[in-house]
């Protein structure tokens, strides 16, 4: 509660009387006497705990720059009114939509993306909201909070009022805090200078989203001497019911997917959406897509002929008779690469079961690379066949090759920095290797969870400490951002 310290001046008339004044004084005094105790609220659906321990500490803050504060509160003032003008067109967007008086939903899926972080885009993130999801929620809704309450506290001591307490409550399953003042005192302040208390949680809040997206722009300069930045993505988190469980580790390094170099997770999206399009399309020529290079459904590997004469048996109507462990796969004519394999699907056709495990380690044919011999298909020598799988409807062959940085047989080489070495001699030196998948692969990509970052030196923990930083910027970013809008709600 804000008082006035109370001065008495005595001037004697006559004998033992003494006469007492209480002169105004202009500086905002505080009471002497301790405030009587806070009783703290406990029901079903809401709780708080009081603190007034801050008071006096924020007041002689407050009250020392108090120049300073009203200078930059005053800034919040416009950007408070600005935040009023616009949460009240976005309103009249949204109720011109509902009434369907405007075209399309673009607007708000923008919105909800900017201020929830909900993409109507695929992402490469583990679906649905885990413990550490709402961990991170927590933690940025009381950063945002305390800031937006600590800038009401500082406006409200720079113009010589006290808060009375802070709360901390949960409403329902919300958390949240606010500052307790003394209703007649901000009564009596000037208009503008009541806008500055107002307008201070809101300015604010606006500072922290953009702190947190300068500090997300400037991660990776700020982490560069620790980590490397958009070489290769990094395993963070493979789920159990992940397609890649068993494939994949936290830590292993991805490389490439179907031959094509993969720098970050967005890539990796991109391609397995590519790869996706193309199949279901059914496009069977070399389609160049800028990016990426050249890809294709007529992937081959040049296989050594008397390989073949051991696993040739029929094939009756696109059916195969091979085992569960081995793939079937037919031979692809080198001067026709891009006919389909199911061009012609009730002829008996030559095919081959073979393990997929050993195929890929031989030499690529077909379309895979197109894009760097100038178009010419015929890369086998005479004593090898180019085979390519055949492709079942809803299931997709890709290829993944990736390496394991912390595996056993990496640690074995010494290396102090596994992000300065080549990629490629980690696969040569057994440290990592390809794989193929056949299904579902944007399921398989977005099941995954994938990381820029690579630590330049071996460390466990040091692999998860970027993304822990990133996600806490995000949250962080969207929760203030979605509460200064709040409360500019008119």
């Not at 972080?117 to 885990?130: A, D, E, K, R, W």
């Not at 397609?243 to 397995?272: C, F, K, N, T």
């Not at 026709?336 to 690529?364: G, I, Q, W, Y």
Request: aromatic share 10%; proline share 6%.
């Amino acid at each position: 509660m804000e008082g006035r310290r109370i001065r008495r001046f005595g001037i004697r008339r006559g004998r033992g009387q003494q006469i007492h004044t209480q002169p105004h004084s202009l500086l905002p005094l505080r009471t002497t006497h301790r405030p009587p105790p806070l009783s703290n609220t406990v029901s079903c659906c809401y709780c708080d705990y009081k603190i007034s321990s801050l008071n006096d500490l924020l007041f002689r803050l407050g009250r020392r720059r108090a120049g300073i504060f009203k200078a930059w509160f005053s800034i919040g003032v416009g950007f408070g009114l600005t935040a009023l003008l616009a949460v009240s067109m976005i309103l009249l967007w949204e109720l011109a939509s509902a009434l369907h008086l405007l075209p399309g939903n673009s607007f708000s899926n923008l919105s909800s993306a900017i201020l929830f972080g909900f993409s109507p885009f695929p992402s490469n993130s583990v679906s649905g909201l885990s413990i550490s999801g709402a961990a991170y929620m927590l933690v940025s809704t009381l950063i945002a909070v305390s800031l937006h309450e600590f800038g009401h506290a500082l406006a409200a001591a720079s113009e010589g009022i006290q808060m009375e307490y802070i709360a901390i409550f949960i409403a329902v399953l919300f958390p949240g805090a606010l500052v307790a003042f003394n209703y007649e005192l901000l009564q009596a302040l000037p208009g503008f200078a009541a806008l500055r208390v107002y307008c201070a949680g809101i300015w604010h809040n606006a500072v922290c989203c953009a702190v947190c997206g300068l500090a997300l722009f400037l991660l990776p300069l700020i982490l560069f001497a620790f980590y490397q930045h958009g070489e290769s993505p990094m395993v963070l988190d493979v789920p159990s019911t992940s397609p890649l469980s068993g494939y994949l580790s936290p830590g292993d390094v991805i490389i490439s997917l179907d031959g094509v170099r993969i720098h970050s997770s967005q890539e990796w999206m991109e391609m397995a959406t590519l790869v996706n399009i193309l199949a279901h399309e059914n496009l069977n020529s070399s389609s160049y897509n800028e990016g990426f290079g050249r890809v294709s459904n007529a992937k081959g590997y040049c296989v050594p002929n008397p390989v073949l004469e051991e696993s040739k048996i029929g094939l009756i109507e696109n059916q195969s008779s091979c085992p569960d462990y081995l793939t079937s796969f037919v031979t692809i004519p080198c001067f026709d690469t891009n006919m389909s394999v199911d061009s012609h699907p009730n002829t008996f056709e030559p095919t081959n079961c073979l393990n997929a495990k050993d195929v890929v380690k031989f030499r690529k044919c077909g379309d895979w690379v197109t894009a760097t011999t100038n178009g010419s298909n015929c890369t086998c020598s005479q004593d090898m066949s180019c085979l390519s799988p055949i492709q079942i409807p809803g299931f997709i062959w890709i290829e993944v090759t990736y390496y394991s940085p912390y595996s056993p047989e990496c640690l074995k080489l010494g290396r102090k920095s596994f992000a300065d070495s080549r990629s490629s001699e980690f696969v040569d030196s057994n440290c990592g290797g390809t794989f193929v998948f056949v299904g579902d692969i944007i399921s398989m990509a977005s099941s995954v969870q994938l990381t820029a970052y690579q630590p330049r030196w071996a460390s466990k923990f040091g692999i998860y400490l970027p993304n822990v930083l990133e996600r806490l910027l995000m949250c962080t970013f969207h929760v203030s951002l979605t509460l200064a809008l709040l409360n500019s709600l008119p």
